[in-house]
């Protein structure tokens, strides 16, 4: 078991193939000036199963892929074929954008959820948002998956006015649909220009739907990042991802891997293991995981507190987020 100081059992890992990606959300990716990791510093499909192999043998039990884009990856086909021979819940978290050329792959490979990123149902504020025109390809691709019996959940990163007015559209759309909408509060990242001003709150979302829906609370699954919710006789839920206003620190299970191999204990960690390298040098790397979690810090990787006003964005020391993965 991959347990921490303070009792914590991570038995989830996320893995991140790329960190490279056909959109440019503004608050994922720098504007100017971001280096791709070069190809020979990501670690190759062989590699990624072999490390997942030590994390579940060490006892975990979900693999989430992400990135960057994960279906950008030319060999993602390969890597969710071996990984989905381990004994694990396999998933991913996609843009969507290419869903459509994957869908045999990921039901052989036994995905039966999916995480699907959609920050808006306006396709001029999807260009806005992503500077890229495939709107409609993601709506048509979330389509497929529902039609294709596989579980969506819809994330949507709020912000201030920007998307904050459609927090209503989204909830409406769960009225017919069984679909699982995940309202994430915008969270800071190198290069991501975040400001408190831009952050809407669980509490502020919760008071907007409820101008318009009777809403219920459901009931919360240990290890869940959400607190999750329902308007009265909709088909889907909807729920909030509280990381700033209200985080999960308390009972985290989540470990990362960057696509090039480095091991994080937590989204906002500021140190990271080389478990590529030492994969690479023919070491176990057992250690270095339980290494790194025994540093893993109580909350938000002991960078800041829920008092977003005190949040120096300058001071924070992490990644961006693309080149972490989500
Ligand atoms: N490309 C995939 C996608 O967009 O779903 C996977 C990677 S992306 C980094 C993973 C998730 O992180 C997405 O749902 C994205 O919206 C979210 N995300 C990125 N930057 C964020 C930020 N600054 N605050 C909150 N969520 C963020
Ligand atoms: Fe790409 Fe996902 Fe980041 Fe958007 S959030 S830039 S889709 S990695």
């Not at 959609?118 to 390809?137: A, I, N, S, V």
Request: proline residues 2%.
């Amino acid at each position: 078991m991959i347990v921490d100081k303070f009792n914590r059992v991570h038995d989830y890992l996320r893995i991140s193939l790329t960190d490279n990606c056909d959109l440019r959300c503004f608050y994922c990716m720098p504007e100017e000036g971001y280096q791709f990791m070069p190809a020979s510093n990501l670690m190759q499909a062989a590699e990624i199963e072999s490390i997942a192999k030590v994390f579940v043998q060490e006892g975990v039990r979900k693999i989430r892929l992400t990135g960057g884009e994960p279906l950008v990856r030319k060999d993602f086909s390969e890597i969710i074929l071996r990984l989905s021979k381990l004994n694990i819940q396999l998933t991913l978290t996609t843009n969507g954008t290419r869903l459509h050329e994957f869908v045999e792959i990921i039901k052989t490979a036994g995905v039966r959820s999916i995480n699907i990123s959609l920050d808006t149902l306006k396709k001029d504020c999807f260009l806005l948002m992503t500077k890229r025109d495939k709107h409609e390809q993601v709506m048509q691709n979330i389509q497929l998956m529902l039609d294709a019996g596989i579980e969506v959940k819809i994330n949507v990163v709020v912000m201030k006015g920007i998307n904050d007015e459609e927090i209503i559209d989204f909830v409406e759309w769960t009225k017919n649909t069984s679909i699982h909408i995940r309202f994430i509060e915008f969270m800071p990242f190198d290069g991501n220009r975040w400001n408190s001003n831009k952050v809407v709150t669980l509490q502020e979302m919760l008071d907007n739907v409820q101008e318009k829906y009777a809403i219920e609370p459901l009931e919360r699954i240990a290890h869940e990042t959400t607190k999750k919710y329902k308007a009265l006789h909709h088909r889907g839920t909807f729920a909030v991802i509280s990381t700033m206003s209200a985080p999960f620190c308390g009972d985290c299970n989540r470990m990362r891997l960057t696509a090039d191999g480095k091991m994080k204990n937590c989204l906002f960690s500021q140190t990271e293991t080389d478990i590529l390298s030492v994969y690479r040098n023919g070491e176990d790397i057992t250690p270095f995981i339980h290494q790194n979690i025994g540093e893993k810090k109580q909350a938000l990787g002991g960078q800041f507190t829920t008092d977003l006003n005190k949040i120096e964005i300058n001071d924070l020391q992490n990644r961006t987020m693309i080149s972490i993965g989500g």
